[in-house]
């Protein structure tokens, strides 16, 4: 094993998997935005001048477009500018400052104001948490989603705890996809808190790269069915669809919900690009559209996930040195290693030429208590370089978890 590792070190090579980023080939399915819109042609549907104020909550035709995406009424969009996490960031802070529509107040006013997480989860994520002072409250992910006995229990009878992050599906970063059962408990469960959240961040929604794209159940329907209409705030982007610096937020939610995004929002800006919302409308055409676009994204995804997972499969198959899953969409595999071999796999890698997500990304406050979980992210790189990197990724798994049984005796 030390041979291997030396051997790949003295290659110099240096391969980034740190980041789940479109590659180049990705973005180049959606270069036909940049003549969907000309000088000559800017106008909507209705012939108004997309190139001037207006439209606070979106051009018509795009939030038709999102809303059929995303199975709501179009009266229950909102498109925002190119990110969906400013627009969750936003949400928070916004809870934070004046509260939100069922509560009493301000979320700053409560003591140890806390939301679940559920690990591994999305780094982001948690520092929006950690930069609000959001507390942040664990539970695991299980097959079909968070650990509901665990949610419930904590939710019930504490009003601090406001809300809990969402990925439904192909989480970031196991690809779990939710339940029906998870989905009615999350949208049903009693809370201690009225102005309780769910963050529900649909950030791959149309990922999928392998088999059908998995359907789950609509929570904004979910919510309201069972009376807390105001529960869910449904966030989804073209960021991984289109260009990722120039694409479209969305977050969708309940009447009340919708109103208190444009007040404040009104206080920010008269309007997003809708030149943009314009070009995106024209490229997709309509939802079919979209789906067999992500198509294309599937096609070139297919392959480096499957690279990552033959890897493992030849590395580890017979060793009890790591587990993993295996999605059939989103942009993420998750890793567990043997206990207390995440961090020091990632300094071996980065030895040998591949930088690695931080261990502990996995978790709030980059803590993973048991050091084990790491994210590979083969989207970007090249499929030469995904084979190249996996070849470190598992030469620096397995002499980490080999050195670590040889400590222990």
């Avoid at 069922?102 to 999305?122: Q, T």
């Avoid at 520092?127 to 419930?152: N, R, S």
């Avoid at 997500?357 to 993973?368: E, V």
């Avoid at 030469?384 to 400590?407: G, H, N, P, Y």
Wanted: aromatic share 8%; glycine share 8%.
């Amino acid at each position: 094993m030390v041979a291997k590792f030396t051997a790949l070190r003295g290659r110099n090579q240096n391969i980034d998997m740190t980041r789940g980023k479109p590659s180049a080939a990705q973005l180049d399915l959606s270069n036909d935005l940049f003549g969907m819109v000309t000088s000559e042609d800017y106008a909507g549907e209705d012939d108004t001048d997309l190139r001037n104020y207006g439209g606070p909550s979106g051009i018509a035709e795009a939030k038709a477009l999102f809303a059929d995406w995303l199975d709501v009424p179009t009266t229950n969009i909102f498109i925002g500018g190119n990110s969906s996490l400013q627009l969750m960031y936003d949400a928070l802070t916004r809870a934070m400052m004046f509260g939100v529509p069922g509560g009493d107040g301000a979320w700053r006013d409560v003591e140890d104001v806390s939301f679940i997480c559920p690990i591994p989860g999305y780094d982001r994520h948690f520092a929006v948490c950690e930069t609000l002072g959001i507390k942040m409250i664990t539970v695991d992910m299980l097959d079909d989603g968070p650990d509901m006995d665990a949610v419930e229990a904590l939710v019930a009878d504490n009003p601090a705890i406001k809300g809990i992050w969402c990925v439904p599906k192909y989480s970031n970063p196991s690809g779990i996809v939710y339940s029906s059962a998870v989905i009615k408990r999350l949208a049903e469960m009693k809370t201690a808190a009225p102005d309780f959240r769910i963050m529900w961040d649909n950030a791959y929604a149309a990922h999928n790269f392998d088999g059908e794209l998995a359907q789950i159940d609509n929570m904004f329907d979910v919510a309201a069915r069972s009376g807390n209409p105001d529960r869910p705030l449904l966030f989804a982007s073209t960021s991984k669809v289109t260009f990722p610096g120039a694409g479209i937020a969305v977050v969708a939610g309940s009447t009340a919900n919708m109103a208190d995004i444009l007040h404040h929002t009104f206080m920010a800006t008269i309007g997003h690009d809708k030149l943009n919302q314009l070009r995106h409308v024209r490229f997709f055409g309509d939802v079919a559209g979209l789906h067999a676009h992500m198509n294309k994204h599937g096609n070139l995804l297919r392959p480096k996930f499957a690279a990552v997972a033959g890897a493992m499969e030849t590395a580890f198959t017979g060793k009890d040195f790591a587990t993993w899953n295996a999605p059939q969409g989103g942009y993420f595999v998750s890793v567990d290693l043997l206990d207390g071999c995440a961090t020091e796999t990632v300094r071996l890698a980065s030895e040998a030429g591949l930088k690695l997500t931080p261990a502990g990304a996995c978790h709030p406050y980059g803590n993973d208590p048991q050091d084990r979980t790491l994210r590979l992210a083969p989207t970007f790189p090249t499929l030469e370089d995904v084979e190249r990197a996996m070849e470190i990724f598992c030469v620096s798994a397995e002499f980490a978890c080999t050195r670590k049984l040889l400590s222990e005796g």
